[in-house]
């Protein structure tokens, strides 16, 4: 019943509920009225990752993003090439570290079941988490660390705001963005990053070719696993634990107070049981729309 009320709470009263986890002044009755939630929530909304559950700011907004008419944004997908083995399906766990914490309720259980992820990470996350970068770093068989940016900030190369942050908003702003990722990475002893996957996964057509000129693919996804680490943990793991051959699902490995991440960490032992191949996106093949990849 609390995923039900938190969820149908975001739909229903979207700035009321500010942050995740804001359950308290929201009424049982409410919910018992209504449906289960059918917008998805976003993949990656700045707010998730900015704002402290106890911090209430700008909300998720189910209305659209406040944007100019000249800019087409887009939120690319990508999958990875199939297994076509029936009972063996191919997945791409990927997880983003935006800023803040690590949550070892995930990490712990990719080390301890040998799963392979593909993590992408920004400087401002990397700075604050240096234990869990060399746990990272200690097991190269199992991730792959890419690219989140340097500030978390959209790379998207017009002034225009998402889910209440605003984009880089010049071309000169997420060449910073992007480059001032790598750049951090480098630094911390990680391998050259050859992905890239921006704040709120969302971008317009001239940053995507940008980025592609910089030397990156640009890595959108085909399942929202937790929906900005905002989803409840049960509805977290239906999503992901359902993840069909080719799939590539995002979720979040830095909001270890999120009930999200309980259900992620449950979905990848479901998977698992399920004989689920995990793949890295270095390891495989990969098509993503939008002219992310080819
Ligand atoms: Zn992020």
Redesign the pocket.
Known sequence: MKNLVLTSALLLAPVATAAAGQTATIQPVVAATMPAPVVPLSS?P?T??TAPKSTPKAAPRQTPPKQTSSTKLVEPHLRVARSEIKGHARVALTF????GKADERILSVLVSERIPATI?V?ARWLKHNPQALQVMLANPDLFELEN??QN?IPAVDKPVSIYGIASAGSPEAVRLEVQGGADAMLAAGIPAPRWF?????KYDLSSIAQIRAMGYRIAGYSVNGDG?SLLGAAITEKRISSAKDGDVVIS?I?QPTHAAGEGVAKAILDLKAKGTEFVRLQDVEDRGDDDTTE
């Open positions: 990656d700045g998730a990752d983003d570290a935006c800023m992408f920004t989140h940016g978390h996957r921006g704040s709120t996964a900005g979040h830095n």
